[in-house]
C-alpha cells in the first residue's frame, strides 16, 4: 500500500508540475510567452489560454483527494486527449521527434498515475 502511494504522487507531482505549475507560472509570470508553444503549430492566441486553464483545473482535480470520482475520471481524460493530439500536433506540423516525444512521456507518467489512484481507491473499499 505504501509502495503504490509513493508511486502516486511521485508521478501525479510531475504532471502537477508539468501539466499545471509550469503553464500557470507563464501565463503569470510571462505572459508574451504563453503562446510560444501554440502558435507555431497554427493555433490561435486564445487556444494557448483555454488550454493554460483547461490543464490547471484538471491538474486540480486529480491531486485534491475529495474531489468525485466521475469529475478525477475526466480530468484524468482531458489531460490524456491533450497529450494525444500534442504528439499529432508536433507529428503533421514541425516533426520534430523531441517535441513530438515529449508527449508521450507525460502521457506515460499520466498513465501510472491513474493506474497507481486507482490501486489507491481500490484498497480503501
Known sequence: ?????????????????WEGVMPLSTILFSPEQ???????L????????ALIICKALGVLAISVSKVPAKLREWAYAGLTFNLIFAFISHA???QNIGF?????VVLGILAVSYVYGNKI?????
Open 121 to 125: 481507491r481500490a484498497t480503501k473499499i
Open 1 to 17: 500500500m505504501k509502495k503504490n502511494k509513493i508511486i502516486f504522487w511521485i508521478a501525479t507531482t510531475i504532471i502537477i508540475l
Open 92 to 94: 503533421c506540423v514541425d
Open 100 to 104: 513530438m516525444l515529449m508527449p508521450l
Open 34 to 40: 504563453a503562446t510560444i508553444g501554440t502558435r507555431p
Open 42 to 49: 497554427g493555433y490561435p492566441d486564445y487556444f494557448a489560454y
